[in-house]
Every structure is written in structure tokens, then in C-alpha cells.
């Protein structure tokens, strides 16, 4: 049962919370999502980029900048791999932009 004092005309009253922040994503997260994601979409475990964005908490069009990270060259996924990089999230998808 619902106490009382939560309760706003028949409706639960959801006290608002900060968001958590989240920690700095780095290129070598970006490409792993990227593989993890990719797989998730062949495999059909899930339907869409709509559904991953959901299961993520991001936007759709988030989801689909960092799958095209699976297109950059295999020189620089390599590197990446490797650690020998300090890149963001962020300069690696400015990185397809650049590539197409």
C-alpha cells in the first residue's frame, strides 16, 4: 500500500532526484559498445537502435554515431585496442565524420 503523504490525486508522487553523472567515456569504450551493439543487432537480440538506445539510456541518433565507429579503419580500431590513444568518445565519432 501506498502511504497517503505520497500520493497526489490518485497518482504516486516521485520525489525528483539529481541525475547521476556519468564517468567519461573513452575511445576504447566507444569501440567495444560499438562491437557489443552490432552483435546485439545481427544476432536479432534485439530489433532496432531505438531498442539499444532505450536499453542504454541515450538517444537513438547516439547509438548510430558510435555503431559507425565500427567503420573506421582497422589500423585505428588496432590502436585503440591496444591503448595506444587518448581519445574521447566524442573525437573518435568526429573521426567517421571525417572518413566518409
Given at each position: ?51 539499444i538506445a532505450f536499453l542504454e539510456g541515450i538517444t ?8 559507425k565507429i565500427n567503420k573506421l579503419p582497422k589500423n ?18 568526429s573521426l567517421t565524420q571525417n572518413s566518409q
Open positions: 500500500m501506498i502511504p497517503e503523504d505520497k500520493m497526489v490525486k490518485g497518482t504516486l508522487q516521485i520525489p525528483k532526484q539529481k541525475p547521476a553523472t556519468l564517468p567519461k567515456k573513452d575511445a576504447l569504450w566507444a569501440l567495444q559498445k560499438a562491437a557489443e551493439w552490432d552483435l546485439m543487432l545481427k544476432s536479432g537480440k534485439v530489433k532496432n537502435k531505438a531498442e537513438r541518433a547516439r547509438v548510430t554515431q558510435i555503431l585505428i580500431q588496432d590502436n585503440i585496442f591496444k591503448g595506444n590513444n587518448n581519445l574521447s568518445t566524442r573525437q573518435l565519432i
